[in-house]
Every structure is written in C-alpha cells, then in structure tokens.
C-alpha cells in the first residue's frame, strides 16, 4: 500500500492551545477552551499526492516526523534517522537534500523545513542546534547557529521567525516562544512570550516545550509537546 500524504499541521490544529496573532512587535495569547465550542466543527481531510512506498529511491517505510509543502509546492518529508525526503507536487521523488554530518549542508537530526522569500528554505536541525539555508535549486547557501535547539520555525517577516524553545537566560528561561532573527551566522533571541507569563517551575518543563504551526497569514497555533 501507498502511504497518503496530507500536508498541512492537522495534529497542531486538534491540540492547539494557543494563537499567536503575527502582525506587530507585541504578541497577543488568545486561549482556546478544552471544550469542544463547536458541535458541527469537522476536518476536512484531502488527498494531495501518493508518495512511494516498497523498495525503491525515496520510499516511505516510517512514520514521518513532519510532511510540508515549499513555496515551489514541492512536499518535504521528515522522518527519524533520514535526511530530508523531497517530492514533486505530484508524490515523485526528487532527492535528499543533505548529508549525516557536522559540516556545511550536514544535519544531525532534521526536522523541519521553512520557505523563505526568494524560494530558498530555511532547514532545522534538532541534532546539532543548527538551520541551514539552500537555494531555490536545493544548493547550500549557509548555515545559521542556533541558541538552542526547536523543533520547527514558522517564519514572520524574514529574516524573523518564530520558533518553540527552552532558551537558558534570564530573560527567556520561562518563556516557551521565541522570536529570533536569522540575519547573520548566529541567530539571536529578539523576544520571548507563551504560557506561563515566563515562571519556570520544577515538574513543569514539558509546557515549556512548544510546537508551532501556522493557522492562516496572520495568526500560528502553539501546541504543548508530551503535556
């Protein structure tokens, strides 16, 4: 059988606990009820492509990590102990892009990919605290250090993004949500919001781990990994 693969963050929408509204320099938290607000609420789900499966180049023989779609609408296909899997719009497999390593264009573990302006991608990776840039053709471009490892990004006004992190100072350490900025070779913390009003308790370090996705243009959802 064929694996279907559905884009879209359908596993951040059913356990998001939070939006986040884009727009302007200050973040506004809107909570979202445990209850159930909508009775004729329902997801749609949709077929969009067939990826290949048995033994052949890019077959998908694990439960991905993550499934996205690029501004080229090319579906990007994270799985654990895999570089990143890279389909065309119609389920065929194109390439892997990068390589096990510590180098330039290497990853560790990763697991995520961000289009940027321009058609490059912005991919993070959860093994060495890294993002590294490509082109529109998939060629390494750079390479980003990170303050601390997140599970994903999701991009506000580039070379800004938003990302989920346990970030060790002061200011940031009981703050679940991040703003950094990717605009030279070491990212930087811009600002720090999300639950918690950033009091860091003992036993409670695993709502400090947050994973985002976006909602529509102007607001993301935030969802507590292992609550």
Request: glycine content about 12%; overall charge positive; some cysteine.
């Amino acid at each position: 059988d064929h694996m279907r693969a559905v884009l879209g963050p359908v596993i951040a929408l059913l356990v998001a606990s939070a939006s986040f509204p884009l727009a302007g320099s200050s973040q506004q938290v809107i909570r979202i009820p445990e209850r159930v607000s909508c009775g004729d609420c329902s997801i749609k789900v949709s077929h969009v492509a067939t990826l290949p499966s048995g033994f052949v180049a890019g077959a998908v023989d694990v439960m991905p990590i993550a499934v996205r779609r690029d501004s080229q609408r090319r579906i990007w296909l994270f799985t654990n102990g895999k570089m990143a899997q890279v389909y065309g719009a119609d389920g065929r497999f194109l390439r892997e892009v990068g390589r096990f390593g510590g180098g330039p264009g290497e990853f560790r573990l990763p697991l995520d990919v961000v289009s940027l302006p321009g058609d490059s991608v912005l991919v993070m990776d959860g093994g060495s605290g890294r993002a590294s840039v490509f082109d529109v053709s998939l060629r390494f471009a750079r390479q980003i250090q990170l303050p601390a490892p997140f599970l994903g990004a999701v991009l506000t006004k580039w070379p800004r993004a938003m990302g989920g992190a346990r970030i060790a100072n002061a200011s940031a350490a009981g703050f679940p949500i991040h703003v950094f900025e990717f605009a030279g070779s070491d990212a930087r913390v811009i600002s720090s919001f999300g639950p918690g009003n950033g009091v860091l308790r003992h036993g409670r370090e695993a709502f400090n781990q947050q994973v985002l996705a976006r909602l529509n243009g102007r607001e993301v959802a935030a969802a507590t990994l292992n609550a």
